[in-house]
C-alpha cells in the first residue's frame, strides 16, 4: 500500500487546556482505504511518545518506510482497509510535520522552542475532533490506539462521546504511576541538563541536545522491555570485538567474513562498550538524537504525566468515565510493567460500574510494552475480531474516494518506519 | 455442555432482562442465548485465549481474568444473575468463588456434572473411575480438578448459610426432580444470600 502524507491548516485558535490557546497551526496525516458514502466508517489511530500519522502503508520509493503499525492496518490485516477508512494523525507538538517547537509562532515570528504551548491529551483530541471536522466525518466507527495513543483513545469517549462508536485502547491506563513519572522525569532532565539545550532555545544556537536525547531513549527503551525478553536477547553477552587489520583483509576477501570479530574476556574498562545490551542502547540512543526533538520530547511526556481523567472526579475513575457511551475493547500484556495489566483492569472495572460494553484481553505476551506493536496472533486476533464486528455493524456503505487535501513532503519518511519498534 | 435442552433449561431459570455475569463463559454461547432470547445484558469471564477470541467473534462482552484470583472487580449485587455452568469443577476455590457468586449476584445459577449420577457409582462399584459422556476423560488425563455430587452441594450451600431456590437434575435435556442425585448426570442450582 502506497500511502502519501497530507497536511491541514487551521487558522482559528485552539483553546488549550492550560489556559493558553494556539492558532494558526497544521496537523499531518495520512488516510487509508475509502470513506463510504454515509461516512460511517472512518477509524481514528491515535499514537503514542514516538510515532506519527505514518500509521500504515509505505512511501513511494523509500524502502524500510513501513508505518508504525503496518502489521495492524493495512488491506486485509486486522485493521482492515478495504472496509475501514482510517486516518492517522500526528500530534500538535510532535516533530514528524505537525505543527511544533521547530516551527514559527506566529504571533512574533520566531522559532516556538521551549515557548511551545503545553499539550495535554485532551488538547489532541480537541484538535483531531477539528481534523474530522474539516474530512467531514461526523462520527467515528472507532478510535484506536496504544499506550499514550490508548489514553486518547480513551479521551475521546469522553470529550466527544457522540462522536465514538468504539474505542479500542490497547497497553494503555488511566493515569501514570508515580514510577511512570519518574522515569519521564529522568527522561527530562538528561534533555534539560544537556548543555546544548540552551533552555529549550537550542535551534538558534545550530545545536542538538543530543546527548541528553541519547539517555532519554536509553531509559525508554529498557522500560519498553521486558526483563526475560532483554536477557533472552542479550543475557550476558559482551559485545563482539573487530580487531581493524583483520577486519579489512576479510572485508578485500582475503580472510573468511567473520575474521577479526571475537568475543574475549573483559576489557576491564568503566567506560568501553562491554556488553551487547549497552552496544544496543547506545546505538538506540544515537538514532533517536538524530531525528527526535527535545522539546517534543518533553512536551508528550508532559502529557503523559498529566493524564489522569479521574483528577476532576477526586480520583474516581467510574464517575470520570461515566459520560463514556462508547464500546470498548481494551488489551493489554501480562509482562508490559510501564502499562500493567492492572492499570487496563481499572478501567475495565469503571466501565463495568457504568454498565458499559467492555471486552478486554490480557495477552500472555513476553515482549513487555513493546508487544503492543508487534504480531501476537492471539492479540491480532482479538482486534481482527473486533472490527470484524465492527463492520458488521456498518455494513456495507457504497465507497467514496478519499478526501482530498494539500499533498505534504515526505519528511524523513525511513526514520518513522525504522523507529517503529518504540513505543510509550 | 452446549446441549440446546441443557442450555433452554439454565437459561429458562434467568429472569428476562437481566444483567447477568457468567462465570467461566467459554465460547459465550449461553451469554449469546440469553441476549437473543431473554434480552439479557452482562460479561462473561473467561481464561482461556480461544474462548475469549470466540467470545469477541459472537460480539459477546468478555474479561479475560482467572477466576482463581477472585471477583473483586465485582461490587456486592451488581448483577442480577451470577452463572457457573460447568464451572465450579475447574477451580481451585470453589468455596471462595461461591460465596463470591452471591455477593455479586442478585441470585446464582450453578450447575457442574453429578458424580453420584447412577452409572458413575455403577462404575466405582465396580472398582473403575467413571468415563461417560458427562465425564468424558480418563482419571489421569482430566481438566477436572474435582469432582462432587448433588448432595455435597446442598452441604456446601447450607454450610455458607445460602439459600436454595431451586434445585434439580438435568438428563439428556430433561428435567430431574425426583431422586436427582441418583438419576442425573448434571446437577442445576439456583441460590441467594441466606
Known amino acids: 500500500m502506497i ?72 488491506p486485509g490485516k486486522p485493521v482492515d482497509t478495504d472496509r475501514f477508512f482510517v486516518i492517522g494523525v500526528n500530534n500538535l507538538g510532535s516533530c514528524f510535520g505537525s505543527t511544533g517547537p521547530m516551527h514559527v509562532n506566529p504571533d512574533n515570528g520566531k522559532v516556538y522552542g521551549a515557548d511551545f504551548p503545553v499539550v495535554t491529551v485532551e488538547d489532541w483530541v480537541n484538535a483531531q475532533a477539528r481534523l474530522l471536522d474539516g474530512l467531514g466525518i461526523e462520527k467515528l466507527a472507532a478510535v484506536m490506539g496504544g499506550s499514550l495513543g490508548g489514553m486518547q483513545a480513551l479521551s475521546w469517549t469522553l470529550q466527544y462521546p457522540q462522536r465514538v462508536a468504539h474505542a479500542v485502547v490497547v497497553a494503555s491506563a488511566p493515569n501514570l504511576t508515580a514510577e511512570n513519572i519518574a522515569f519521564n522525569e529522568v527522561a527530562r532532565r538528561a534533555i534539560v541538563t544537556d548543555p546544548d539545550f540552551h533552555g529549550g532555545h537550542f535551534y538558534q544556537h545550530g545545536v542538538v541536545p543530543k546527548r541528553g536525547l541519547r539517555i532519554a531513549r536509553m531509559i525508554g527503551h529498557i522500560t519498553y522491555l521486558s526483563d526475560d525478553v532483554m536477557n533472552e536477547k542479550f543475557g550476558r553477552q559482551l559485545r563482539e570485538r573487530i580487531d581493524p587489520a583483520a577486519a579489512l583483509a576479510a572485508a578485500q576477501g582475503l580472510l573468511a567474513r567473520d575474521a577479526g570479530r571475537s568475543v574475549g574476556d573483559y576489557l576491564y574498562s568503566t567506560q568501553d562498550v562491554e556488553f551487547q545490551i549497552e552496544s544496543y542502547l547506545r546505538y538506540q540512543g544515537d538514532k533517536f538524537s538524530e531525528y527526535f526533538d527535545a522539546n517534543t520530547y518533553l512536551l508528550i511526556t508532559r502529557a503523559l504525566d498529566y493524564f489522569d481523567p479521574a483528577r476532576r472526579h477526586n480520583g474516581n475513575l467510574t464517575k470520570a468515565l461515566a459520560p463514556a457511551t462508547a464500546r470498548f475493547l481494551l488489551v493489554s500484556f501480562l509482562t508490559d510493567w510501564r502499562f500493567a495489566p492492572r492499570r487496563s483492569r ?38 481482527r475480531s473486533y472490527f470484524e464486528r465492527i463492520g458488521k455493524e456498518i455494513g456495507s456503505g457504497a465507497a467514496t474516494p478519499p478526501v482530498g487535501a494539500k499533498a505534504l513532503p515526505v519528511p524523513g519518511a525511513a526514520i518513522l518506519a525504522a523507529n517503529a519498534g518504540a513505543p510509550a | ?156 450451600a447450607t454450610k455458607n448459610r445460602l439459600a436454595i431456590l431451586d434445585a434439580y437434575g438435568l438428563q439428556e435435556g430433561r428435567e430431574i426432580r425426583f431422586l436427582p442425585n441418583a438419576r442425573a448426570s448434571t446437577a442445576v442450582f439456583k441460590i441467594e444470600r441466606g
Not at chain 1, 485558535?13 to 499531518?28: E, V
Not at chain 1, 463510504?36 to 511518545?49: E, G, P, R, T
Not at chain 2, 453429578?114 to 489421569?140: D, E
Request: hydrophobic residues 40%.
Open chain 1, 346 to 383: 481499572e478501567i475495565v472495572k469503571a466501565l463495568l460500574d457504568n454498565r458499559r460494553d467492555v471486552s478486554y484481553a490480557e495477552i500472555d505476551a513476553p515482549h513487555g510494552h513493546d508487544a503492543f506493536l508487534l504480531e501476537d496472533p492471539r492479540y491480532m486476533g482479538v482486534v
Open chain 2, 1 to 156: 455442555m452446549s446441549d440446546r435442552l441443557t442450555m433452554q433449561s439454565i437459561a429458562a431459570l434467568v429472569p428476562p432482562g437481566s444483567r447477568v455475569l457468567d462465570l467461566g463463559c467459554g465460547d459465550g454461547a449461553m451469554l449469546d442465548l440469553l441476549q437473543r432470547e431473554r434480552n439479557c445484558s452482562g460479561y462473561g469471564i473467561e481464561i482461556a485465549d480461544a474462548n475469549v477470541l470466540a467470545c469477541v467473534k459472537r460480539g459477546v462482552n468478555v474479561i479475560q481474568l482467572n477466576l482463581d484470583e477472585g471477583l473483586s472487580m465485582f461490587d456486592d449485587e451488581s448483577f442480577d444473575v451470577v452463572l457457573q455452568i460447568d464451572t465450579l469443577q475447574h477451580l481451585h476455590n470453589t468455596e471462595i468463588m461461591l460465596v463470591e457468586t452471591a455477593r455479586v449476584g442478585r441470585i446464582g445459577i450453578v450447575a457442574f456434572p453429578n458424580f453420584a449420577h447412577w452409572p458413575n457409582r455403577l462404575s466405582i462399584a465396580r472398582g473403575r473411575m467413571p468415563v461417560t459422556k458427562r465425564l468424558p476423560y480418563q482419571w489421569y488425563d482430566t481438566p477436572n480438578i474435582r469432582v462432587g455430587t448433588f448432595k455435597d452441594f446442598e452441604v456446601l
Open chain 1, 3 to 74: 500511502v502519501t502524507p497530507q497536511s491541514m491548516d487551521f487558522a482559528e485558535p485552539l483553546d488549550l487546556q492550560s489556559g493558553a490557546s494556539i492558532r494558526g497551526y497544521s496537523l499531518a496525516y495520512e488516510t487509508y482505504g475509502a470513506l463510504n458514502a454515509d461516512k460511517s466508517n472512518a477509524v481514528l489511530i491515535c499514537h503514542a511518545l514516538n510515532a506519527s500519522h505514518h500509521v500504515a502503508g509505505t512511501y513511494e520509493g523509500q524502502e524500510n518506510s513501513d508505518g508504525w503499525w503496518d502489521t495492524m492496518i493495512g
